[in-house]
């Protein structure tokens, strides 16, 4: 299985991303600063710096997206295990411990408090 498709989503499977140069030197900073105009050997190597640049531009952009996959499967996993365990927990409820026949004398009083239910309701 190739690590693209790797349902892992591990370091095992993925290796750490290429280091980056974060702050990349600029051939020629006086540039920066001035409206001068750079010769042919200059623009050459600027032009070569740019190039290194965008590929590492390139490498940061299929690192997110590779770390997005998996968080959106690690998301996707933490939900169907929260679903599970709120589903669960609804089995083992108190509320279930409880007999039928008195929660029918709760909610029926409940429904006759609020003019719903069998009998007098609510005091006006």
Do not use: W
């Not at 026949?101 to 029926?108: A, R, S």
Request: proline letters at 9%.
């Amino acid at each position: 299985m190739s690590p693209n498709t790797c349902e892992h989503l591990c370091s095992e499977h993925y290796g750490p991303a290429k280091k980056l140069e974060l702050n990349p030197r600029s051939p020629y900073p006086e540039l920066l600063l001035s409206n001068a105009i750079p010769s042919e050997l200059q623009a050459q190597e600027i032009k070569k710096t740019i190039r290194g640049v965008d590929e590492d531009i390139a490498a940061l952009n299929a690192e997110i997206d590779r770390l997005q996959h998996s968080m959106d499967a690690l998301t996707a996993q933490r939900t169907d295990l929260q679903r599970f365990a709120h589903d669960h927990r609804g089995v083992v409820s108190v509320l279930r411990c409880i007999p039928r026949d008195i929660l029918v004398e709760i909610f029926g009083h409940c429904l006759r408090d609020c003019g719903r239910g069998p009998g007098p309701g609510p005091p006006m």
